[in-house]
Each structure stands twice: as C-alpha cells, then as structure tokens.
C-alpha cells in the first residue's frame, strides 16, 4: 500500500483476507492501517479470565436462536468439515501434488467447498470452471493455495495462538455476519477487536464478496460512509476518499 501511494487506507477481507485483514491491523494499525472490516468473524470463546462479564453474562442468559445454529455449525464443521484443512496444514506439498497431476480432482476439491460453503447459490459451470482454472494455470500452481495453511499455522503468532490473542487491533473493526458462514456467537465477535460496526445478514454464505456482492458493499458505505462510525478516519476531499491516484487528482471516488 505504502508503494502504490497509499499511506493511510481500511481494509477488508474475508476466509483468508480476514486473517490478513486482521495481522495489517495489527501491525499497521492506526499508523497506515485506519479500520478494517471482514465478513468473517474469528473470535475465542469468553472465559472467567479473559471475558469475565461476558462469561459470567452467558451463564445465565440464553443463546439466541442465531447463536445457537452458528455453535452448531462450528460443531459440525469441526467434526465433519475440516479434512481439507488438516491435509493442507499438516502434508501441503502431498495434497499439491494431487491437484496439480488431476483437474477432475482439483474440480471436486473445489467445487465441494463452492456448493457447501454457500447458501443455496446457484452456482453456474463457467463460474465454478473459472475459479477452478485460476488454480490449475497459474504459475504457482493448486499447491500454493495448500501451503498458506502450513506456513502460517507453523507460526508461532498463527490465529489462536496465546501472543495473537493477546495482541487485539485496536483501530475501529466492522463484522458482516451472513448466517452460513458464521460460528460464533453475536455476542463473542466484540472481543476480537474495537468493534464499531456490525450486521447480521439473513442469507448468504462463505463467500460472500461473490454470492451477496450488493449487501457487502453497503455494510461498507455504512461503515465508512457518511453518517457511518468512521466516516472521515482516512482523509478525502469533500467527503471522499481516493481510491486510485486518477481519482485523487480528479477529488476522489464517493462511497
């Protein structure tokens, strides 16, 4: 970003842009980074030490019915859902080798996700055939797309790790919640940061940015937008913040 021009920016991201999103806000937080915003919401459990009120709060009130369906989903995710995930993490370069040598089984390794992962999208052949196309030729090949999860769950600051849960941004962070893609409580997501925005959605699923792109970018405006929490965190021209050097000179692109 500091390249490109861009000294102050917000940033969002969801599956692996979430963690991203997350580790720039960490890092560049308040400096260069000013907010930051996913549609996936990673947040621990309370306990009486680290969220006593909160702990205590849930003991005796009752999860709502949201809560109780994205518990059971993050159940049933744990226990029937996360064979891809302990392959790419632990034996990335077997799995690599696999999708690169057979594009039918590159095809199910992805499409499985693409239908399970979505709330009821009706994914079409040509999108489900260019998502799996943008793995296959690439120069890096399916193999880079499984060694992210060993690099980075090797590493001794990885999501979940006691020096990542210590270490919360502290900029302002904005949720999106689509029902099947969440797996926490409403209520857990405020500990993962300073939240000044959220929304949960009715519909819609993993990859939201491709099944609900209309509801996604409105949370945004709503966020950074006028009359949003932040509006005015990153500096613009009578009320607009640029987006491309072009549009800076020409005073900026309005959310």
Same mark, same amino acid.
């Given at each position: 970003?500091?390249?490109?021009?861009?000294?102050?920016?917000?940033?969002?991201?969801?599956?692996?842009?979430? +963690?991203?999103? !997350? %580790?720039?806000?960490?890092?560049?937080?308040? %400096?260069?980074?000013?907010?930051?915003?996913?549609?996936?919401?990673?947040?621990?459990?309370?306990?009486?030490?680290?969220?006593?009120?909160?702990?205590?709060?849930?003991?005796?009130?009752?999860?709502?019915?949201?809560?109780?369906?994205?518990?059971?989903?993050?159940? !049933?995710?744990?226990?029937?859902?996360?064979?891809?995930?302990?392959?790419?993490?632990?034996?990335?370069?077997?799995?690599?080798?696999?999708?690169?040598?057979?594009?039918?089984?590159?095809?199910?390794?992805?499409?499985?996700?693409?239908?399970?992962?979505? &709330?009821?999208?009706?994914?079409?052949?040509?999108?489900?055939?260019?998502?799996?196309?943008?793995?296959?030729?690439?120069?890096?090949?399916?193999?880079?797309?499984?060694? +992210?999860?060993?690099?980075?769950?090797?590493?001794? &600051?990885?999501?979940?790790?006691?020096?990542?849960? %210590?270490?919360?941004?502290? +900029?302002?962070?904005?949720?999106?919640?689509?029902?099947?893609?969440?797996?926490?409580?409403?209520?857990?997501?405020?500990?993962?940061?300073?939240?000044?925005?959220?929304?949960?959605?009715?519909?819609?699923?993993?990859?939201?940015?491709?099944?609900?792109?209309?509801?996604?970018?409105?949370?945004?405006?709503?966020?950074?937008?006028?009359?949003?929490?932040?509006?005015?965190?990153?500096?613009?021209?009578?009320?607009?913040?640029?987006?491309?050097?072009? &549009?800076? !000179?020409?005073?900026?692109? %309005?959310?």
């Amino acid at each position: 970003m500091l390249a490109l021009g861009y000294n102050e920016y917000v940033t969002q991201g969801g599956d692996w842009g979430a +963690i991203i999103t !997350r %580790k720039i806000a960490q890092i560049y937080g308040g %400096k260069n980074s000013k907010a930051w915003h996913t549609n996936v919401a990673l947040a621990e459990p309370p306990t009486l030490t680290s969220q006593p009120l909160l702990y205590l709060r849930q003991l005796f009130r009752p999860y709502t019915a949201a809560d109780t369906a994205a518990l059971e989903r993050s159940l !049933r995710f744990e226990t029937e859902g996360m064979g891809y995930f302990l392959g790419q993490s632990t034996q990335p370069q077997t799995v690599g080798y696999s999708l690169a040598d057979s594009p039918v089984g590159l095809l199910a390794w992805i499409y499985e996700k693409l239908v399970t992962w979505t &709330d009821s999208y009706p994914w079409e052949d040509d999108e489900v055939l260019t998502w799996v196309s943008i793995y296959y030729f690439s120069r890096a090949g399916p193999t880079a797309a499984a060694r +992210i999860y060993y690099e980075v769950f090797h590493s001794p &600051d990885a999501f979940g790790s006691p020096s990542a849960l %210590k270490n919360k941004p502290t +900029i302002p962070m904005g949720v999106s919640v689509f029902p099947e893609d969440s797996f926490v409580p409403k209520s857990w997501i405020s500990t993962s940061g300073n939240l000044v925005y959220l929304n949960q959605h009715t519909s819609g699923g993993h990859f939201a940015a491709h099944e609900k792109p209309e509801l996604l970018v409105e949370d945004l405006r709503k966020m950074l937008g006028r009359k949003g929490p932040v509006y005015g965190i990153v500096p613009g021209e009578n009320g607009y913040v640029p987006r491309t050097r072009r &549009d800076k !000179r020409k005073g900026g692109a %309005k959310l």
